[in-house]
T-cell receptor
Framework: DQQVKQNSPSLSVQEGRISILNCDYTNSMFDYFLWYKKYPAEGPTFLISISSIKDKNEDGRFTVFLNKSAKHLSLHIVPSQPGDSAVYFCAASAGGTSYGKLTFGQGTILTVHP | DAGVTQSPTHLIKTRGQQVTLRCSPKSGHDTVSWYQQALGQGPQFIFQYYEEEERQRGNFPDRFSGHQFPNYSSELNVNALLLGDSALYLC?????????????FGNGTRLTVT
C-alpha cells in the first residue's frame, strides 16, 4: 500500500525555467509534509516543509503547495539551475510521536539542462 | 557543526551473517531513526530511538534490532542476513520537540549481501 506516490519517475527542464514536482498521498492522518533532495552517494538533504495548517510555504527559489482536499502537494523550483539535478523525494508524517516516522514517495529524477 | 555520521560507508556480508551499523546524530539532536532504501525506491522507516528506547517501529522483522546509547548515538543490527537485505541504510536524527521538525540524514551505509 503506497501511501505517498510520485507518479513521474523523471522530469527534464531547461535552465532558468520552472520545475514542478508532484506528489499524492492517501493517508488523511498525514499533517506534515517535506521535500528532500538526494545526490548519488549522499544522504537525503532537507529542502522545505509544510504543515497541514498552511497551503503554501516559500524558501528562496523553492515553494511547496499543499492541496488537502485533493491530497496533493507540489514543489516549484524557480528558476531551475543545473545544480538542482538530483532525485527529489516527498515525504509525509502523522502527528504526535509519529513525527520521526516519515513515509516517502519513490522519488523523481530531475535533470536541468544548461 | 558535525552533521549525522554513519559507519562504515560500505559493507559486504554473506547470507546468514550478522551486521552492525553505527550512527552519530547531529550535534544537539536526541532522536535517531533508521531507514532502508532499496535501489530505485524511497527510504522505508525501520525504527526510531529516543531516551535509549525503541519508540516506533516500521514493518520490519525482528531480525532488525537497534540500540541507543546515553550519548544519543545508535546502532542497527541485522541478524541472519538475506540477499534482500542488500540496500542503503540511512540514519536520521532530530530534536524531539513534540512538534514537527525535519529529519537530518547521514550519507548511509551501503550493505551488500552475497
Amino acid at each position: 500500500d503506497q501511501q505517498v506516490k510520485q507518479n513521474s519517475p523523471s522530469l527534464s527542464v531547461q535552465e532558468g525555467r520552472i520545475s514542478i514536482l508532484n506528489c499524492d498521498y492517501t493517508n488523511s492522518m498525514f499533517d506534515y509534509f517535506l521535500w528532500y533532495k538526494k545526490y548519488p552517494a549522499e544522504g537525503p538533504t532537507f529542502l522545505i516543509s509544510i504543515s497541514s495548517i498552511k497551503d503554501k510555504n516559500e524558501d528562496g527559489r523553492f515553494t511547496v503547495f499543499l492541496n488537502k482536499s485533493a491530497k496533493h502537494l507540489s514543489l516549484h523550483i524557480v528558476p531551475s539551475q543545473p545544480g538542482d539535478s538530483a532525485v527529489y523525494f516527498c515525504a509525509a508524517s502523522a502527528g504526535g510521536t509519529s513525527y520521526g516516522k516519515l513515509t516517502f514517495g519513490q522519488g523523481t529524477i530531475l535533470t536541468v539542462h544548461p | 557543526d558535525a552533521g549525522v555520521t554513519q559507519s562504515p560507508t560500505h559493507l559486504i556480508k554473506t547470507r546468514g551473517q550478522q551486521v552492525t551499523l553505527r550512527c552519530s546524530p547531529k550535534s544537539g539532536h536526541d532522536t535517531v531513526s533508521w531507514y532502508q532504501q532499496a535501489l530505485g525506491q524511497g527510504p522505508q522507516f525501520i525504527f526510531q530511538y529516543y531516551e535509549e528506547e525503541e519508540r516506533q517501529r516500521g514493518n520490519f522483522p525482528d531480525r532488525f534490532s537497534g540500540h541507543q546509547f546515553p550519548n544519543y548515538s545508535s546502532e542497527l543490527n541485522v541478524n541472519a542476513l538475506l540477499l534482500g537485505d542488500s540496500a542503503l541504510y540511512l540514519c536520521a536524527s532530530s530534536w524531539r520537540t513534540g512538534g514537527p521538525s525535519p529529519l537530518h540524514f547521514g550519507n548511509g551505509t551501503r550493505l551488500t549481501v552475497t
